[in-house]
């Protein structure tokens, strides 16, 4: 068995809801069933054929070639499978997904790993803003699962998240953590303005002080020597990462906050 | 059988199901970690009387550990998974959360979905400051501390184990016993998954089951005890002065049969010429346990 290849034919007009195309929702289906399956794009809705052309048999492992940041909701709630990309991507990849793998080789467009519960999306590119955030309107970010970004994440990453982990090799944008309820996010290179904003719980691990200080929100609480730092270490080696490859550290400043907020939040960074 | 002049009595011992788990104490130094240890498994000798059985099972390398400190890997067993349960938080409570630099991990993996709790209740000190952390699936908490924080795992996992193996060594002296004893210990310390929970490992007061007084469930094992030689149903031959025993809890019946034998072997190799004149061992007429260690089969 070869991966099922979708290869899109030619650049999208409109955006398309690729949700359907997911190993959970793919299973026991052959290629003639695939290729009729029906694609919300705009006001029409299309067949998987009109759209990509399609190869392969092996619906567990998943690829999309040619891709196109309009390609939205792409493993929308899969449990298991590996989904991989070539090219850029649209809004919603990952959501609600509860296990598996999806690796994006380019950049993704806003609410990556929205409201995820488990599994790993690895984006070799770019990430637009909200990445594991909450949608408008809900209180409960990604509670599950890992998101690494190789390059930069856009603003208000992990908006509203509640467990689980993001790794961003790059820079994150303004109002990074904010409103987080729980879960790590840990940035190799550099923060936007507004770090943790109404941060409630949580951790936001640095390997330098941000750019442009901390907040006022957050108190300072000295310098420490955490024995969780060097197991966090440990499980970022099993990743393909650059986090993989940092040197480990238990040595940091600690600042509780948002004071605004709830206030058991803490950015740590490295010392 | 007879093994170096010491006679292999055609008996055996008899075990019974437990419930156990591993714990792992980390620390700055082996030193904190194994004060810490000690305290954890202390006043567990047998169920009777302390609620659990429990011992150091070896010291681990700061390679072996999960934050790459130094530590002492723990045994503990109970007859069912609730009292465990309540060792293991009560311990974990008093004797690890209270020791400088400490760190608590389970050491073992258990039955899906029969975990223990860890530090899971133990959070409830950090006073609402305490932080939870999913690291690799399994979910930590960070308890602010006077030394700083405590780290501890949310849940153990829960196996099947087997407690009460053991064997008895008769010899002409005291000292002749016990150093036969020694020798023992010292050979059965090398195999994993096992425990001596006595004090240094070695019971001199053996039991039998009921007794003349009505309120007690257990007496003093009088075929055993050497100066009742002419009052009682003996099991001591005259030249027999001191008896003592090794009690085994281990993981796997396996893992007490593999004890045993290296524990018997050891005190057999001081052989007849040091005292040493029989090895035997406790049983209750199959009554007590299904588990049964043949002492002529586990070492021939």
Redesign the interface.
């Known amino acids: 068995m070869s991966a099922l290849t979708l290869t899109l034919k030619a650049e999208v007009a409109q955006r398309v809801d690729c949700s359907p195309l997911t190993p959970d929702k793919l299973a026991g289906k052959s290629a003639d069933d695939i290729a009729t399956i029906e694609l919300v794009s705009g006001r029409l809705s299309l067949p998987v054929a009109a759209l990509f052309d399609i190869s392969g048999d092996d619906v567990n492992e998943i690829q999309f070639k040619n891709s196109s940041s309009k390609l939205d909701h792409v493993g929308h709630a899969m449990s298991q499978g590996t989904i991989t990309i070539e090219g850029d991507v649209g809004a919603y990849l990952g959501q609600f997904m509860t296990g598996g793998n999806i690796i994006v080789h380019g950049d993704s467009f806003i609410y990556s790993g929205c409201e995820m519960k488990g599994g790993q999306i690895k984006i070799h590119g770019n990430a637009g803003d909200f990445v594991g955030a909450a949608r408008s309107g809900y209180k409960n970010g990604m509670t599950?699962g890992t998101i690494i970004i190789t390059g930069n994440s856009g603003e208000r990453t992990g908006d509203h998240m509640r467990?689980?982990?993001i790794l961003i090799e790059g820079n994150a944008g303004d109002y990074c953590g904010a409103r987080m309820v729980?879960?790590?996010i840990a940035v190799i290179g550099d923060v936007g303005r507004h770090l943790g904003y109404g941060m409630k719980?949580g951790?936001l691990l640095l390997t330098k002080m941000p750019q442009h200080g901390i907040g006022a929100n957050f108190n300072d609480c000295g310098a420490?020597?955490?024995?969780?730092l060097?197991?966090?270490f440990?499980?970022f080696k099993?990743l393909d990462s650059t986090f993989a490859k940092l040197e480990p550290f238990s040595r940091v400043q600690r600042y509780a906050g948002d004071i605004g907020s709830l206030g058991?939040g803490?950015l740590l960074v490295k010392l | 059988m007879i093994i170096n002049g010491v006679t292999i009595d055609e008996t055996f011992a008899e075990a019974f199901p437990m419930k156990g788990t591993r714990i792992i104490i980390t620390a700055q130094n082996l030193e904190w970690a194994m004060n810490s240890a000690v305290a954890f498994t202390g006043f567990a000798t047998s169920v009777i009387a302390c609620g659990c059985e429990a011992s150091i099972e070896r010291p681990l390398d700061p390679s072996e550990t999960?934050?790459?400190r130094p530590g002492v890997a723990c045994l503990i067993f109970a007859m069912g998974g609730k009292g465990l349960a309540k060792q293991v938080e009560t311990r974990a409570g008093q004797c690890v959360l209270t020791a400088p630099t400490t760190?608590l991990f389970s050491g073992i993996e258990g039955e899906e979905g029969k975990d223990i709790a860890l530090g899971k209740n133990l959070r409830f000190f950090g006073d609402?400051?305490q932080?939870?952390?999913?690291?690799?699936g399994k979910r930590?908490w960070?308890i602010p501390v006077m030394d700083?924080?405590f780290?501890t795992q949310e849940n153990t996992g829960v196996v099947s184990a087997v407690g009460g193996g053991n064997f008895l060594i008769l010899a002409e002296s005291q000292p002749q016993a016990l150093a036969a004893c020694e020798a023992a210990i010292k050979a059965m310390k090398k195999i994993p998954n096992v425990i001596m929970p006595f004090p240094g490992g070695v019971v001199r007061s053996g039991s039998k089951v009921g007794s003349k007084y009505k309120a007690l469930s257990a007496s003093t094992n009088d075929a055993f005890c050497p100066t009742l030689k002419g009052q009682t149903k003996t099991e001591c031959s005259p030249e027999v002065e001191s008896v003592m025993e090794i009690v085994i809890d281990g993981l796997t019946k396996e893992d007490i049969d593999k004890a045993m034998r290296v524990g018997i072997q050891a005190a057999c190799d001081l052989g007849a010429d040091n005292g040493i004149r029989r090895i035997s061992a406790g049983n209750y007429g199959g009554k007590l346990g299904p588990f049964h260690f043949h002492l002529r089969e586990i070492m021939a």
Do not use: N, Q, V, W
């Open positions: 599950g467990r689980g982990m729980s879960g790590t719980r951790t420490h020597t955490l024995s969780f060097p197991l966090m440990a499980a099993k058991m803490e | 999960p934050d790459g760190a609402g400051f932080i939870s952390k999913m690291i690799d930590y960070r700083g924080e780290l």
